[in-house]
């Protein structure tokens, strides 16, 4: 009638060893910090098949969220001067011309940001 405390750590049958050259151990600490996992939880993951999720992804997802909001507020700003509104009147070809270009080397950093993220799945 005894009840299970989650806190308490979970016995194992059985542990395996596996030995490995020092690049090899060092390679997969890399890959297991990556996943935000003790090498351990690492290499069980991997041998029964699940394919851990690098925690750097979420952080390129993050970042692909922040530039995506830049591009909203610019197209934002690109909108009220088309749309002939008074607040916008100020506005001079320059400054649309600026805005423009804004736009597109934000496209460009998140377009690397994209490929990175593609790169590193190889």
């Not at 009840?3 to 490995?20: A, C, D, Q």
């Not at 997969?28 to 090498?39: N, P, T």
């Not at 979420?58 to 009220?80: F, M, P, S, T, Y």
Request: aromatic share 4%.
């Amino acid at each position: 009638m005894s009840e299970t405390n989650p806190k308490n750590k979970r016995k194992y049958k059985l542990h395996l060893r596996v030995p490995v050259e020092p690049e090899e151990g060092k390679i997969i600490r890399e890959q297991a910090e990556k996943c935000g996992l003790s090498i351990s939880e690492y290499l069980k993951k991997l041998g029964l098949g699940y394919e851990p999720t690098s925690i750097m992804d979420n952080q390129k997802v993050n970042e692909l969220a922040k530039i995506n909001g830049d591009l909203g507020r610019l197209g934002g700003l690109l909108k009220l001067w088309l749309s002939d509104d008074r607040r916008a009147a100020h506005f001079d070809k320059k400054t649309i011309n600026g805005l423009l270009k804004d736009i597109e080397e934000t496209r460009t950093q998140m377009t690397g940001i994209m490929m990175k993220i593609i790169n590193s799945k190889k």
